[in-house]
């Protein structure tokens, strides 16, 4: 089909040409006097997205999985127990691998469409006057049904309870697009990747480890080598990596560094806020809903609901084959009940609008009864009344 297959899934994001051409290198040797003239700046200037100073942040030629599996076996040991909400597939997926690796994993049912309930945790940590549990799995953004928990509520409850767990946060599609504040908010373990928020294809995973975590690697009794933070703290002090990194992705990582930095990254969340707004304003004007509750929100991705009696599969399937855009699918629980729309990345208010008019015209197509133009004109009255 001529023109362009757009990108309007929560991952992988649309890539800005400028991270392309940056990682259209040749390769290099990862061992030359002058690599870590590429590789310092890069770690340091990462810790500016994650927001810590006090934190270290870390590269590895990996996805946002194996930075779950950093968190969790450089810092615990066999039969620990670790507490999560589970309320979408990657918070079910993070307790499943806790369980496979052998943690205790004290698991919470949440409604899909709700987050962390932070009374409920403060309650439970209050409870646990032995600090048996050892970690809280925080997924900030639950990719699955767009909803976003208040980290900075998660540490206060923490706080509260005066509870010495470790806190690990899956920022996979929040950092560098959501506010993130690694060191206000007190997170010990800040995971995310490089196909959301950072623009980039996936095959970089980007962590940031607070100096408790860190020290806990000392007594954890996990066995771990490719995903091991002490060879890589090694070989990163010096500028270097302790096997072959990935040349494309550190240079494109540059690229998309340069990029969030110039914007801004207060400018970067307040975009990703207006685009998810529009994208609500149309859901709203369509007649339909959404899957999260009020005030779990994302600014990162919208799953809108389709009416009972239809198959969020089959809007999709029809954006796809007639109109060229890729919309997100609805999953496990939540399949065939819910399409998403991503607004996360490079996109602008147009963008956007071409996202809009796209769904529109599936949903017609699937005899879902909107209005032609309603979602498309709500969205581009807000996008027109904010615009600078
Ligand atoms: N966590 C969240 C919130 C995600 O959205 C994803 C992927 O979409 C992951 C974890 C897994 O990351 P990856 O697919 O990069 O391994």
Not at 82 to 101: D, E, N, P, S
Request: charged share 20%; hydrophobic share 45%.
């Amino acid at each position: 089909m001529a023109g362009r297959n757009h990108l309007y899934i929560p991952g992988p994001t649309n890539v800005p040409q400028a991270v392309l051409n940056a990682m259209n290198v040749a390769m290099e040797d990862h061992r030359s006097p002058i690599f870590p003239n590429l590789m310092k700046p890069l770690l340091a200037d990462l810790k500016k997205i994650f927001k810590t100073e006090a934190g270290q942040a870390f590269i590895f030629p990996a996805t946002g999985t194996a930075g779950w599996e950093v968190a969790l076996t450089n810092t615990l040991s066999p039969g620990d127990k670790v507490l999560i909400y589970r309320f979408g597939q990657f918070a079910h997926l993070w307790a499943t691998m806790a369980k496979r690796l052998g943690l205790e994993v004290e698991i919470h049912e949440v409604p899909w469409g709700m987050g962390i309930p932070v009374d409920k945790l403060e309650a439970r940590l209050k409870e646990d006057t032995a600090h048996e549990i050892k970690a809280v799995l925080a997924t900030h953004n639950e990719t699955s049904t767009g909803v976003t928990s208040d980290i900075g509520a998660v540490r206060k409850a923490m706080d509260a309870a005066n509870h010495s767990a470790l806190l690990f946060v899956d920022g996979v599609s929040s950092v560098a697009s959501i506010d993130f504040r690694m060191d206000e908010w007190g997170v010990d373990g800040a995971i995310s990747g490089s196909q959301k928020g950072f623009m980039m294809p996936a095959g970089g995973a980007f962590l940031a480890f607070s100096q408790k975590a860190l020290k806990a690697t000392e007594t954890a009794k996990f066995p771990r080598f490719f995903l091991d933070l002490t060879d890589q703290m090694n070989s990163n002090k010096d500028g270097y990596t302790p096997y072959t990194p990935s040349i494309p992705i550190l240079y494109g990582l540059r690229a998309a560094l340069d990029l969030l930095l110039a914007e801004g990254l207060e400018n970067v969340y307040a975009r990703h806020h207006r685009l998810a707004e529009g994208t609500r304003r149309a859901v709203a004007a369509w007649g339909l809903s959404i899957c999260a509750q009020a005030g779990f929100e994302s600014d990162t991705v919208t799953a809108v609901v389709v009416p009972a009696d239809k198959d969020a599969r089959d809007v999709i399937s029809t954006a796809f084959t007639k109109y060229n855009i890729s919309l997100g699918g609805g999953l496990s629980e939540v399949a065939g009940k819910v399409f998403r729309i991503g607004h996360i990345g490079d996109m602008n208010d147009v963008s956007m609008l071409g996202a809009i008019a796209g769904v529109e015209m599936a949903l017609l197509d699937n005899g879902i009864a909107i209005t032609a133009g309603s979602g498309v004109g709500a969205a581009l009255d807000y996008y027109r009344a904010t615009a600078k």
